[in-house]
C-alpha cells in the first residue's frame, strides 16, 4: 500500500553482517535508488560473524552451530540477547558459547532477585522521589544517597550516548556491571541494616533510593533484556502502563 511505503521507506539504519555488504546491502541502495531516487538507508550498521568458542565460523557442516531456540528455551531469550550483544566490538567476530549464555541467565536471575528484594522492602515510595518539589520534605537523602543519585545520572547519560552511537555492547556491559557489581553488590548490601533500623526517616530515605535505582535501571535495559525487565515492572507499585512505552530517563535530580 502507497501508505505503507510512504511510512517505512526510507527506514534510518540497516543492521546486517559485514560479509553480505556487497551481496545484499549494495544492490538494496541500488535498487532502492533505481525505482525511487532515494536510498533505503542511511546507516549501515555492521555486526561480526558469530564464531564458537575456538574462533571457528559456525557451521552446520562443521557442527558447532549452536541451536538460537534451543538455548533460548533452556537460558531465557533475555540471555541469549545478552550473549549476543556484549562483547561484538566493532570490528570484531563475537564468540559465542553456551558458557557465555549461561553466564547472563545467571545475571537475569541476579536482577530478578535483587528487584524482588527491593519490591519486599520498599512499598509504594515512587510517588515521592518523583515529586521533586516536595522532595525535600519528604525524603531526606544523606550524602551518600546524593553521591548514589548523581552516579545513577552518570550512567543514563553515559549508557545513552552509547546507544545514541551505536556502542551497544559498551551499553550492555556498564549496565551489567553497575547492576551487579554496584547496586546488587554494594548499594543494596549498605542499605539492609538502615532497613532494619528504628530510624523511619532513614528507612524512607533508604526504600526510594533503593526503588529509583532500581527502577532506572528496568528502562536502561530494557532494549537489551526485554522479558524479565517488563515481567518487573508488572510489579512495581504504581506502575500502571507497558515499560517498553516508558519514557526514557533524562536530566534526572539528585
Known sequence: MRSDFN??????VMETGYDILFFWVARMIMLGLYRTGKVPFKTVYLHGLVRDKDRQKMSKSKGNVIDPLGVAETY???ALRMALVIGSTAGNDPIISEDKIR????????VWNAARFVMM??????????????????????????????????????????LENYRF????????????????????????????G????????????????????????????PYVTEAIWEKLPSERQLLMIEPWPTNKKS
Open 121 to 162: 522492602n520498599a512499598g509504594d515510595k515512587k510517588q515521592e522521589i518523583r515529586d521533586q518539589k516536595q522532595e525535600a520534605r519528604k525524603i531526606k537523602f544523606t550524602k551518600e544517597d546524593k553521591r548514589r543519585l548523581k552516579e545513577l545520572n552518570v550512567l543514563v547519560k553515559t549508557v545513552t550516548q552509547d
Open 76 to 78: 531465557g531469550t533475555d
Open 198 to 225: 528504628a530510624n523511619a526517616s532513614d528507612k524512607a530515605a533508604t526504600e526510594a533510593l533503593l526503588l529509583e535505582i532500581l527502577r532506572t535501571n528496568l528502562i536502561l535495559l530494557h532494549p537489551f533484556m
Open 7 to 12: 511510512e517505512f521507506y526510507p527506514t534510518s
Open 103 to 110: 553466564g547472563y541467565r545467571n545475571f537475569a536471575n541476579k
Open 169 to 196: 555492547h559498551h551499553a550492555g556491559e556498564k549496565l551489567y556491571h553497575y547492576f551487579w557489581h554496584t547496586f546488587a553488590d554494594k548499594i543494596i548490601e549498605s542499605a539492609k541494616p538502615r532497613l532494619a
